[in-house]
């Protein structure tokens, strides 16, 4: 795959090949979204943060290394963007927020289900819409190191390159992320 | 409790695939025996186990055709930016071309609006309203004549060579031109006049100091 992504980024940076980028695009979308949903919790928000990582990467890939991995590159304006969105989020935003004058409806409940769900999938839908909030609820820099490791699957040195922190200050990060989950999620 | 410290910190290495077998080892048969690590350890596990069962979100249908709408549109500037990056020789070279052009189509300008001048002789009769020059009849010029802007009207004698710049020549049947008659009137030639008579120059100061020398 790196032999594929280095000749399409070539294509983008000698000839702005469009295409090029679209295949770009599809090969890591799912897992700039994923990054983009976990960090967020909610759909809506990690849309337009994957969109925006996406159109970033293609107005500064000038400025990518041709050395460097480039999912390191994009996963990093990606995590970027988002602890960015989280910081400026304001309290009265947030869906887990009761909707005033109404009884336990919340955000969540004014965004129309862009899918509907086989019957079957409901539980798996529900213990996953479970875990996620449980993960949302994790502070912005332990949920990143969180979710690269244990979501996107990455090495500490390669979340060490993304989030621009000390391997050792990744792992203690990931420590109290895992020990916040465990007293959440452990003894369900 | 007194264990927790130590295997704390074990338990979090070996979670981070950073324990060797005895550390492993050494983990495994403490919990045996210590509850509230196992619990610890399983608690954790279970934990992780969620949280990797939920990941396989995938970005919704027409997720790169967003993108590609939103890409902006390709940018001629910024591609010959780019080439100018990567050609600074050429750049500066064409740069430089423009600039003598320039310098020299100014000087041809100025020219071009001037009087009429004459140089290699003041033997002529000269009518700045007409814009002619005349070599009057019976007179006789030594050497070259040079006329730039005006018409030139030869009823005498020139020894050496007529050059008219912007200009045109008219020699009457009486006149004579014992040289070349040249005329200049575009800007490509006038350059090439220029050039000829540089290196002419050149040519025949070496040739001077040759003879001098010897």
Not at chain 1, 95 to 101: C, F
Not at chain 1, 123 to 141: D, G, N
Not at chain 2, 25 to 43: A, G, I, S, V
Not at chain 2, 172 to 192: C, K, N, P, Y
């Amino acid at each position: 795959m790196d032999a594929v992504v280095k000749r399409l980024i070539k294509e983008i940076k000698k000839a702005g090949d469009q295409d090029a980028f679209a295949d770009l695009v599809d090969l890591y979308k799912d897992k700039v979204y994923q990054i983009a949903y976990r960090m967020t919790g909610n759909s809506y928000e990690a849309q337009d943060m994957a969109q925006e990582a996406f159109l970033r990467a293609y107005a500064n890939l000038d400025s990518y290394d041709e050395n460097r991995k480039f999912s390191t590159w994009l996963f990093r304006i990606t995590t970027n963007l988002c602890i960015d969105r989280l910081r400026k989020r304001k309290p009265d935003y947030s869906l887990d927020a009761e909707v005033q004058g109404t009884e336990g409806l919340t955000g969540y409940s004014q965004i129309a289900a862009s899918e509907k769900l086989p019957e079957d999938q409901v539980v798996t839908f529900e213990m996953q819409e479970w875990v996620q909030t449980e993960i949302s609820y994790l502070p912005p820099k332990y949920r990143s190191a969180v979710v690269l490791r244990y979501i996107e699957d990455l090495s500490i040195s390669e979340i060490s390159d993304i989030l621009d922190l000390p391997e050792n200050t990744v792992k203690t990060h990931i420590h109290r992320g895992r020990e916040a989950l465990r007293k959440r999620l452990g003894n369900a | 409790m007194a264990c927790e410290q130590k295997y704390e910190a074990l338990l979090n290495r070996y979670l981070d695939g950073e324990t060797n077998e005895q550390e492993r080892d050494d983990l495994f048969l403490h919990m045996e025996t210590c509850e509230n690590c196992t619990n610890h350890y399983k608690e954790l596990n279970k934990a992780l186990l969620l949280v990797q069962s939920s990941s396989h979100i995938k970005a919704p249908a027409g997720f790169t055709a967003n993108v590609m709408n939103q890409l902006p549109a390709k940018k001629k500037r910024t591609s010959w930016k780019k080439w100018s990056k990567q050609h600074p020789v050429l750049v500066a070279a064409s740069l430089f071309v423009i600039l003598m052009a320039s310098s020299l189509f100014s000087v041809w300008n100025e020219q071009a609006g001037e009087e009429i001048s004459v140089s290699g002789s003041q033997k002529v009769e000269v009518d700045q309203d007409k814009g002619i020059v005349i070599v009057p009849e019976e007179e006789v010029i030594e050497g070259d004549l040079t006329v730039r802007n005006g018409k030139v009207e030869v009823e005498g004698e020139i020894t050496g060579n007529l050059t008219v710049i912007n200009g045109e020549q008219y020699l009457a049947s009486a006149g004579e031109v014992s040289g070349e008659i040249e005329e200049v009137d575009q800007v490509l030639e006038w350059i090439w006049y220029h050039t000829k008579r540089i290196t002419a120059d050149v040519f025949s100061l070496g040739e001077n100091a040759k003879k001098s020398e010897g």
